[in-house]
């Protein structure tokens, strides 16, 4: 209703919806009895090598990052020569003479790849199955980028992989079930499951998106 309050042309219904979620605020328990009276700032420490941080608010996310770094500087390489003079945001230019033009791969997406996975968007790109360097519709993601997630990122479920690594699971219809044998095709070799495991994990992928994304659970 919101929405369509500020853009009615677009005539929006509940069946427009495609995934819900909710987040919960990591909020420093202090022992007020309501949490809306806790504090949001955040704390930062270290305990055998895991630096946690806590609390915070998404309007304050810099300077929650400044502090966890200031808090494992001691852990962290020296920086490189003139590192403290290269420029904090990638152009579009930038993109592309450090990935170059990337086919047909347009400035924002090579801007986006580079912002997201830094120096491992060359590798990303570098996939010799041309289909790889396709869109998956529907997403602003390539297809590169599941296989290079699902090899690389540590996945230990189906639903780490579509619902948090590249959030397939809240851009596509129906969670992106029509998807899943395509999907399955590059996940399957690259995460080393058998087709035991890729049915165990599908099914419970679907199960939870069902009970906690889908939309129809939410307005039925």
Not at 33 to 52: A, F, I, Y
Request: proline letters at 6%; aromatic letters at 6%.
């Amino acid at each position: 209703k919101a929405l369509q309050a500020v853009f009615p042309d677009l005539e929006l219904r509940a069946d427009d919806i495609q995934a819900v979620f909710a987040g919960i605020r990591p909020v420093v328990d202090t022992g007020k009895t309501n949490p809306s009276k806790e504090s949001r700032e955040h704390v930062v420490w270290q305990e055998d090598g895991l630096l946690t941080v806590s609390g915070g608010k998404l309007t304050t996310f810099r300077l929650m990052a400044r502090d966890a770094l200031k808090s494992i500087q001691e852990r962290l390489p020296e920086p490189a020569a003139g590192a403290d003079e290269a420029p904090v945001l990638v152009t579009p230019e930038d993109a592309e003479a450090w990935i170059g033009a990337a086919g047909t791969l347009s400035p924002a997406g090579r801007l986006r790849l580079v912002g997201r996975y830094g120096e491992n968007a060359r590798q990303i790109l570098s996939s010799d199955a041309t289909a790889d360097l396709q869109g998956i519709p529907g997403t602003p993601y390539l297809w590169a980028e599941l296989r290079w997630s699902a090899g690389q990122e540590s996945i230990v479920h189906l639903d780490d992989l579509l619902l948090r690594r590249l959030r397939l699971g809240l851009l596509l219809p129906g969670g992106g079930r029509e998807l899943l044998p395509a999907i399955r095709s590059i996940v399957q070799p690259a995460a080393g499951w058998d087709a035991l495991r890729w049915q165990q994990e599908e099914t419970a992928y679907l199960e939870i998106w069902q009970n906690c994304f889908s939309p129809k659970t939410h307005l039925e």
